[in-house]
C-alpha cells in the first residue's frame, strides 16, 4: 500500500452496510477487535477501498488480549486480497507476540504499520522522535497517537513529525482528546501520512476524532 503521499482512512468498526460517505475516504481501517466476526465481514466486504486491518490490544486502547489467537486473527486476515496493509503495536513486537504477523506481511507484500498509543500524556520530544525511529525500523510506518496535556505537547509532536519526514521515515502522528484534536487536521502538513476517522461521531474509535468528512473537507480548505 502507498503510503508516499497522505491517506485518510475512514475508521470503521464493521463493515456490513457501509454508507455512500465512505467513498470520501483513501482507505479504510478496519477495527477487527471491535467486530464480533471480522473475518466473515471481510469475506463479503464489497468496496475497492484497500484495508488497514487492526486488531488492537487492550493496553492500547483496544479490546483483544495480548495472546496468540489475536495474531492467528489478523495472519488470517492478511489473507483475503483487499487487506493491503495491517497494523501492529511496538508494543507487540517488544513482548514477541506480534513479530509472527510481522513475517507474515512481509512474506505476502502488505504493507506495516507500527503504532504506539498513549491515553495518558505526551513523552518528550527526544522520546517521540526514539518512538517514531524505531517503529520505522520495523515498518513501513511509525503510527504515533498521544495526548496533548499542553499545547507544548502537540508542537513537540508536529516538530517529532517534521523531523522524521525530513530524515525520509514514513510516519502518521496525531494528538488524542480535545486539545489535540486540531492535530489531525494540521499533522499532514508537517508529514503525517495518514489520517483516522469514522464516518459519524457515534462511532469514534479514538478520543478527538473528527467526522470523515468534516476531516476530509478541512484538510482540503487548507491545501
Given at each position: 500500500?502507498?503510503?508516499?503521499?497522505?491517506?485518510?482512512?475512514?475508521?470503521?468498526?464493521?463493515?456490513?452496510?457501509?454508507?455512500?460517505?465512505?467513498?470520501?475516504?483513501?482507505?479504510?481501517e478496519?477495527?477487527?477487535?471491535?467486530?464480533?466476526d471480522?473475518?466473515?465481514?471481510?469475506?463479503?466486504?464489497?468496496?475497492?477501498?484497500?484495508?488497514?486491518?487492526?486488531?488492537?490490544?487492550?493496553?492500547?486502547?483496544?479490546?483483544?488480549?495480548?495472546?496468540?489467537?489475536?495474531?492467528?486473527?489478523?495472519?488470517?486476515?492478511?489473507?483475503n486480497?483487499?487487506?493491503?496493509?495491517?497494523?501492529?503495536?511496538?508494543?507487540?513486537?517488544?513482548?514477541?507476540?506480534g513479530?509472527?504477523?510481522i513475517?507474515?506481511?512481509?512474506?505476502?507484500d502488505?504493507?506495516?504499520?507500527?503504532?504506539?498509543?498513549?491515553?495518558?500524556?505526551?513523552?518528550?520530544?527526544?522520546?517521540?522522535?526514539?518512538?517514531?525511529?524505531?517503529?520505522?525500523?520495523?515498518?513501513?510506518?511509525?503510527?504515533?497517537?498521544?495526548?496533548?496535556?499542553?499545547?507544548?505537547?502537540?508542537?513537540?509532536?508536529?516538530?517529532?513529525?517534521?523531523?522524521?519526514?525530513?530524515?525520509?521515515?514514513?510516519?502518521a502522528?496525531?494528538?488524542?482528546?480535545?486539545?489535540?484534536?486540531?492535530?489531525?487536521?494540521?499533522?499532514?502538513?508537517?508529514?503525517?501520512?495518514i489520517?483516522?476517522?469514522?464516518?459519524?461521531?457515534?462511532?469514534?474509535?479514538?478520543?478527538?476524532?473528527?467526522?470523515?468528512?468534516?476531516?476530509?473537507?478541512?484538510?482540503?480548505?487548507?491545501?
Amino acid at each position: 500500500m502507498d503510503f508516499s503521499t497522505f491517506v485518510l482512512a475512514a475508521s470503521m468498526t464493521s463493515l456490513d452496510n457501509l454508507s455512500t460517505s465512505v467513498n470520501q475516504a483513501d482507505a479504510i481501517e478496519f477495527r477487527m477487535d471491535l467486530s464480533p466476526d471480522p473475518l466473515a465481514e471481510l469475506s463479503q466486504y464489497p468496496l475497492d477501498l484497500p484495508i488497514i486491518a487492526t486488531n488492537r490490544v487492550a493496553h492500547e486502547g483496544g479490546n483483544c488480549p495480548e495472546n496468540d489467537s489475536r495474531i492467528d486473527l489478523l495472519c488470517d486476515a492478511m489473507s483475503n486480497p483487499s487487506v493491503k496493509a495491517i497494523d501492529v503495536e511496538l508494543s507487540s513486537i517488544t513482548s514477541g507476540h506480534g513479530q509472527r504477523a510481522i513475517d507474515h506481511a512481509q512474506k505476502h507484500d502488505i504493507s506495516i504499520i507500527i503504532s504506539t498509543h498513549n491515553f495518558n500524556s505526551t513523552p518528550s520530544l527526544l522520546e517521540l522522535e526514539s518512538i517514531l525511529t524505531e517503529s520505522t525500523k520495523i515498518g513501513d510506518v511509525g503510527k504515533l497517537s498521544v495526548t496533548a496535556e499542553s499545547p507544548s505537547d502537540i508542537t513537540n509532536l508536529l516538530v517529532a513529525t517534521w523531523n522524521q519526514t525530513q530524515s525520509g521515515n514514513l510516519v502518521a502522528t496525531m494528538s488524542m482528546g480535545a486539545l489535540g484534536s486540531h492535530s489531525r487536521v494540521i499533522a499532514p502538513f508537517y508529514g503525517s501520512k495518514i489520517g483516522y476517522a469514522p464516518l459519524d461521531l457515534n462511532t469514534t474509535t479514538a478520543p478527538g476524532q473528527y467526522s470523515l468528512e468534516t476531516l476530509r473537507n478541512l484538510i482540503n480548505s487548507l491545501s
